[in-house]
């Protein structure tokens, strides 16, 4: 006869004890608290093409309402694949190589679950997406980061050498990255080819903000270099593509050898997408080219927002690619950056991201995020606010 131990409540061991809900959970939920104007998670305010909206609608219309084939919609996997060889002369087998996700975030986590076991070690460059160490610890690996400084963020890679073990399993490198807006240069390509080359280290590529690059800066994907292509899961996302994060469908691409993995968590996982979105992107896609507007698009967000906020006493932060404007404020206050983005809510009714719920130590360079993915009248409002710290 079995006795069960009788308990008042059930003791669960945490997979992840230090991880709190993310800072855009937090920073999004104070902002509507206190009516701030939100330029902390990074989503835009204005709506997306209303011609795929109707796309959407009629799609469902058109009964494409039930499950679309695991690894996605044929005819989206082909476009894709498509637009991946024109841009980077990179081909991918839209069949083996490419799937689509329920967004970039479920592409990142999925690429780490079908790789990482116990104690294999990630190696990140922070300050950092910040599902990436939660998401490694959470299958049991060890995040090994690598901390970049403002303003530059450069990466000493001599240095990031020393970070490699024989237990190093992964690399996770995002360009144009999130949050300091900085771009890979050739110098960065040539160390990661260098450090990877005669190993079995893969490398997960988040290149959600590809079409977010700036001053005429050309995207380095990673799959236009075949040395580091053949180790490399690449994920992306339609949400920026589209100026609709909600919608949550995103996608990976990588080598049948890396896909077939990735395909047997991702089977059990989501199993697929949401089907009337994949028609109507696909259709959508094959009819307009909005790839080459974004950029131009974006980077006059970019200079009108840091034209006004050079009338601020912030200082402005290098900004190379995606929806992100750094600054620091050494010139306002020495609060940590956490009480300063609170303050800044409740007081001045603006909401931003303090970095340092980007470093595992969280480390605090006294830097905020803003998001300028915004309306010109919402970037106005914003600063005038900010004016007058
Ligand atoms: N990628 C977005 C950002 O950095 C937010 C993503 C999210 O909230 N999950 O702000």
């Given at each position: 006869m079995f006795f069960i131990r009788q308990r008042t409540v059930i003791n669960i061991i945490s997979k992840l004890p230090n991880t709190k809900t993310t800072i855009f959970t937090e920073m999004s939920a104070l902002a509507r608290e206190y009516n701030a104007i939100n330029l902390s998670q990074g989503?835009?305010?204005f709506d997306c093409d209303p011609e795929l909206v109707k796309l959407i609608s009629k799609k469902m219309e058109a009964g494409h309402n039930q499950y679309a084939p695991m690894a996605g919609v044929p005819e989206l996997n082909r476009i894709i694949s498509n637009k991946i060889a024109s841009a980077h002369q990179s081909v991918y087998d839209p069949e083996t190589e490419i799937t689509i996700t329920a967004g970039g975030t479920q592409a990142i986590f999925t690429a780490i679950a079908s790789i990482i076991r116990q104690n294999d070690e990630v190696i990140i460059f922070e300050p950092a997406y910040d599902s990436y160490a939660p998401t490694v610890k959470a299958f049991g690996g060890l995040v090994k980061p690598y901390e970049m400084a403002p303003p530059h963020f450069e990466i000493n890679w001599d240095?990031?050498?020393k970070l490699i073990s024989v237990n190093t399993k992964m690399i996770i490198i995002n360009s144009p990255h999130n949050p300091t807006g900085r771009i890979l240069n050739d110098t960065d390509i040539k160390e990661l080819i260098n450090i990877t080359k005669n190993t079995d280290i893969l490398i997960l590529s988040d290149e959600v903000y590809e079409h977010l690059i700036y001053d005429e800066n050309e995207h380095k994907s990673l799959c236009k270099y075949p040395e580091l292509k053949e180790r490399t899961f690449i994920t992306a996302s339609f949400g920026k593509l589209f100026h609709a994060t909600g919608w949550k469908v995103g996608y990976c691409c990588a080598p049948e050898l890396l896909m077939k993995e990735f395909r047997k968590i991702?089977?059990?996982?989501?199993?697929?997408?949401n089907a009337p979105m994949q028609y109507a992107f696909a259709e959508y896609l094959s009819k307009n080219d909005i790839f080459s507007e974004l950029p131009k698009f974006f980077q006059e967000k970019r200079d009108y927002f840091r034209k006004l906020m050079s009338e601020t006493k912030f200082t402005l932060l290098p900004c190379?690619?995606?929806?992100?404007?750094?600054?620091?404020?050494?010139?306002?206050t020495n609060l940590k950056d956490i009480d300063f983005a609170i303050k800044l809510v409740k007081e001045n009714q603006v909401a931003s991201i303090p970095n340092s719920a980007f470093y595992s130590k969280t480390t605090d360079y006294r830097s905020l995020?803003?998001?300028f993915a915004k309306k010109q009248e919402t970037l106005e409002k914003a600063v005038e606010r900010l004016i007058k710290l």
């Amino acid at each position: 006869m079995f006795f069960i131990r009788q308990r008042t409540v059930i003791n669960i061991i945490s997979k992840l004890p230090n991880t709190k809900t993310t800072i855009f959970t937090e920073m999004s939920a104070l902002a509507r608290e206190y009516n701030a104007i939100n330029l902390s998670q990074g989503f835009p305010d204005f709506d997306c093409d209303p011609e795929l909206v109707k796309l959407i609608s009629k799609k469902m219309e058109a009964g494409h309402n039930q499950y679309a084939p695991m690894a996605g919609v044929p005819e989206l996997n082909r476009i894709i694949s498509n637009k991946i060889a024109s841009a980077h002369q990179s081909v991918y087998d839209p069949e083996t190589e490419i799937t689509i996700t329920a967004g970039g975030t479920q592409a990142i986590f999925t690429a780490i679950a079908s790789i990482i076991r116990q104690n294999d070690e990630v190696i990140i460059f922070e300050p950092a997406y910040d599902s990436y160490a939660p998401t490694v610890k959470a299958f049991g690996g060890l995040v090994k980061p690598y901390e970049m400084a403002p303003p530059h963020f450069e990466i000493n890679w001599d240095v990031v050498k020393k970070l490699i073990s024989v237990n190093t399993k992964m690399i996770i490198i995002n360009s144009p990255h999130n949050p300091t807006g900085r771009i890979l240069n050739d110098t960065d390509i040539k160390e990661l080819i260098n450090i990877t080359k005669n190993t079995d280290i893969l490398i997960l590529s988040d290149e959600v903000y590809e079409h977010l690059i700036y001053d005429e800066n050309e995207h380095k994907s990673l799959c236009k270099y075949p040395e580091l292509k053949e180790r490399t899961f690449i994920t992306a996302s339609f949400g920026k593509l589209f100026h609709a994060t909600g919608w949550k469908v995103g996608y990976c691409c990588a080598p049948e050898l890396l896909m077939k993995e990735f395909r047997k968590i991702h089977q059990f996982q989501v199993f697929s997408v949401n089907a009337p979105m994949q028609y109507a992107f696909a259709e959508y896609l094959s009819k307009n080219d909005i790839f080459s507007e974004l950029p131009k698009f974006f980077q006059e967000k970019r200079d009108y927002f840091r034209k006004l906020m050079s009338e601020t006493k912030f200082t402005l932060l290098p900004c190379d690619g995606s929806y992100f404007q750094n600054v620091t404020y050494e010139n306002i206050t020495n609060l940590k950056d956490i009480d300063f983005a609170i303050k800044l809510v409740k007081e001045n009714q603006v909401a931003s991201i303090p970095n340092s719920a980007f470093y595992s130590k969280t480390t605090d360079y006294r830097s905020l995020r803003f998001c300028f993915a915004k309306k010109q009248e919402t970037l106005e409002k914003a600063v005038e606010r900010l004016i007058k710290l």
